[in-house]
């Protein structure tokens, strides 16, 4: 991807204006004693349009005070570069080489970001009353940690790891639960894919009463006990059956060919980072999940990245 920054041409303004107004939903004031800013002197121009108050009690703050942004020397248009950055899946080396800032403090940043984004993440029952399961094995290492014991070296690139992956193989499985109807879905990262780490989360995400289609995998065999339609299809080579007409109505309704096309698009959207640490797996797979069940950036979205969830619906 050839870098071509556009921050010069950004208006500083109405960048300063766009964060004001996810970082302070209800206006900017005083963080300490939530004075108005309309109460406060300007103490500082020099970075304007990002201007330091001096608040009636004497408290100090501006646009960043006791946010994530905190202590930030970027200018407006590049802190709102990081934001669409991440939100898009930029890779980190990618953004740091057009911002000219350091990748490491950059990736700190990302992570932190993520992590919001992660920890608001919805997690209540589809609506939907057809719904696909499956698991996705993802490559996922020690990206970044240094193994300075020769007998821990780091594993190769290209985990060729045979059958199912766990956390210790470096091949973490992603669980997703889709709804046919409404198109929404819920991603975990989990250590293995036994019965006892993807039921759980299958019955959080589904309505009682609701079909789910999965592969022969073991660990959905008890889902039709837990007052749920179970149905299943053959992946076993020599005897794969993509997709069944259980009614009899010439339409193959028995399938997870959604849940297979999701997981290209999850898999492209994490190539750019040529790897991903496996401790901060969720966050990336986090942010594709938003991405896919909202489609358009909105100011929530961009408030819960900042960790503003208190005026995020």
Known sequence: MIIFSVIELMDEQKCYDLLGNILHPQGLNCPTCQCSVQDSKIH?????????????NGHFYNLFTKTVWQGTHHKC??????????AQGVSTLHLSQELVIDRKHLLKRRHKLQNFVDEA??????????????????????????????????????????????????????LGIIGRESGQIQLEVK????????EPIVLKATQPGATINTDEWG???????????????????GKRVWARDDDGDDIREVHVNTSEGFW??????????????????QQYVAIHEWAHNIKKCT???LRILCGVTQFAS
Not at 44 to 56: F, G, S
Not at 77 to 86: A, K, T, W, Y
Not at 191 to 198: C, G, P, V
Not at 219 to 237: E, G, I, M
């Open 44 to 56: 500082r121009r020099d970075r304007a349009p990002v201007l330091i108050y001096e608040c009636k």
């Open 77 to 86: 248009p590049i802190i709102i570069r990081i934001l669409q950055g991440v």
């Open 121 to 174: 993440s919805i997690r209540i029952p589809l609506p939907d009353t057809v719904t696909e399961v499956d698991e996705m094995y993802q490559n996922a290492g020690e990206k970044g940690v240094k193994h300075s014991d020769p007998n821990d070296p780091p594993r190769c690139r290209g985990n060729k790891t045979r059958g199912h992956g766990t956390w210790d193989s470096d091949r973490p499985p992603v």
């Open 191 to 198: 250590h293995n894919s036994a019965r006892k780490d993807l």
């Open 219 to 237: 660990a959905y065999n008890n889902l039709a006990k837990a007052d749920r339609l179970h149905v299943t299809v053959c992946h076993t080579p």
């Open 264 to 281: 290209t698009g999850l898999r492209n959207f994490l190539r750019p980072f040529r790897g991903v640490n496996k401790v901060y797996l």
């Open 299 to 301: 100011m929530e979205f």
